[in-house]
Nanobody
Framework: QVHLVESGGGLVQTGGSLRLSCAAS????????MGWYRQASGKQRELVAD??????TNYVDSVKGRFTISRDTTNTVYLQMNSLKPEDTAVYYC???????????WGQGTQVTVSS
């Protein structure tokens, strides 16, 4: 079992920045992908960005150049969000999974609200 604890959401004005953190603990697997998904009201959950255990990253087009995902050696993943827009408003969920989703864990979600 893997437990994910998220932090860092909140309310920010357009153009502002926030940093999300997610710490994984429990039965940590050497080969894994950590990522952030988001779900806006009335919309499907979408991938924002993810990063493999060896540092390969992937971003949805709408956040490229504004968001940066990173991770450290303590199985914590970060999402630095700059130049935030109202359309970034959503609940952001941390995800920890195997390369082929042989395991797949989710955090409880953290609200990000960008006011115009």
């Amino acid at each position: 079992q893997v437990h994910l604890v998220e932090s860092g959401g909140g309310l920010v004005q357009t153009g502002g920045s926030l940093r999300l953190s997610c710490a994984a603990s429990g039965s940590i697997f050497k080969l894994n992908v950590m990522g952030w998904y988001r779900q806006a009201s009335g919309k499907q959950r979408e991938l924002v960005a993810d990063i493999t255990n060896d540092g390969n990253t992937n971003y949805v087009d709408s956040v490229k150049g504004r968001f940066t995902i990173s991770r450290d050696t303590t199985n914590t993943v970060y999402l630095q969000m700059n130049s935030l827009k109202p359309e970034d408003t959503a609940v952001y969920y941390c995800n920890y999974r195997g390369y082929y989703k042989e395991f797949d864990y989710w955090g409880q979600g953290t609200q990000v609200t960008v006011s115009s």
